[in-house]
């Protein structure tokens, strides 16, 4: 899903996306191991879970959970990971956000 991912979103030429709710701006995919081995010092990452940006306001991490297609956000919280999913899959995902 990693290639799919990125493949389509330097098809469609966005480094952020921003909505009333919002801004989450993308990481590159030479970035993803190392925001991941940054994460995990704290909580294990899920290795299902492909990160794909952070959330400006809170930092939050924005990734697609690879078993279910959901897009979901997540935070560090008494040494487990808390998620919270957002949106059903990756089209509704950019559909919501104009693309």
């Known amino acids: 899903m990693k290639k799919e991912w990125f493949a389509r979103l ?3 030429g966005i480094n952020e996306v921003s909505n ?3 801004t989450i701006y993308f990481i590159n995919e030479e970035n993803v191991d190392e925001a991941v081995k940054d994460l995990s010092r704290k909580v294990k990452w899920d290795e299902n879970w492909l990160i794909i940006g952070f959330e400006d ?3 939050d991490v924005i990734f697609i959970n690879q078993l279910t ?5 997540a935070y560090e919280f008494e040494k487990s990971w808390e998620v919270v ?3 059903s899959s990756v089209n509704e995902f950019l559909k919501a956000y104009g693309y």
């Not at 297609?69 to 956000?73: K, L, Y």
């Open 10 to 12: 330097n098809g469609l």
């Open 20 to 22: 009333e709710n919002m």
């Open 57 to 59: 306001e809170t930092d």
């Open 85 to 87: 999913s957002l949106f």
């Open 69 to 73: 297609g959901e897009v979901c956000t």
